[in-house]
């Protein structure tokens, strides 16, 4: 394997894992929904279910943000190359630490969804015994 078969499946893998991340912290808001008893408000939610919404929640936020930092990051750095006078033919280095935030958001969203469906099946499993 080469470094860009290694780099491109890596890619492939973190945006699937998104995508995934997105539609479980959506699922387990819609969950937490169901599970609420009827006609009350997300403020008065038991802890368990509150600390779930909150997690999945924060999965989402997190989300964002790992795209809006990269974009930030990566249109700063292009348009400081562009003022430099860097054509498309040239190349140049980033700094590793330029993508660290949209990293820490990334696996900050990773943690947040485990912790979350952890959260929100160890609360159903004690509805259940």
């Known amino acids: 394997m080469t470094l860009p078969e290694l ?3 890596y890619e492939a893998r973190s945006t699937k894992l ?3 991340v997105r539609q479980l912290a ?3 808001i819609g969950i937490v929904w169901v599970l609420k008893p009827n ?12 600390m779930v919404a909150f997690l999945m929640a924060s999965a989402l936020a ?14 700063a750095v292009h348009r400081a190359q562009e003022i ?3 054509t498309k033919d040239d190349t140049f ?5 330029s993508n660290w935030p949209a990293i820490a958001c990334f ?3 990773v943690i947040a969804i485990g912790w979350g469906y952890w959260c929100l099946l160890t609360f159903v499993a004690g509805k259940l015994s």
């Open 7 to 9: 780099r491109a499946a």
């Open 62 to 75: 997190l989300d964002f943000l790992q795209y809006a930092f990269a974009a930030l990051i990566f249109g």
């Open 39 to 50: 006609g009350t408000h997300l403020g008065v939610l038991a802890n368990d279910l509150l």
């Open 84 to 86: 430099r006078g860097v």
């Open 18 to 20: 998104s995508d995934i």
């Open 107 to 109: 696996w900050g969203k």
């Open 93 to 97: 280095k980033l700094w590793p630490i």
């Open 26 to 28: 959506v699922a387990g």
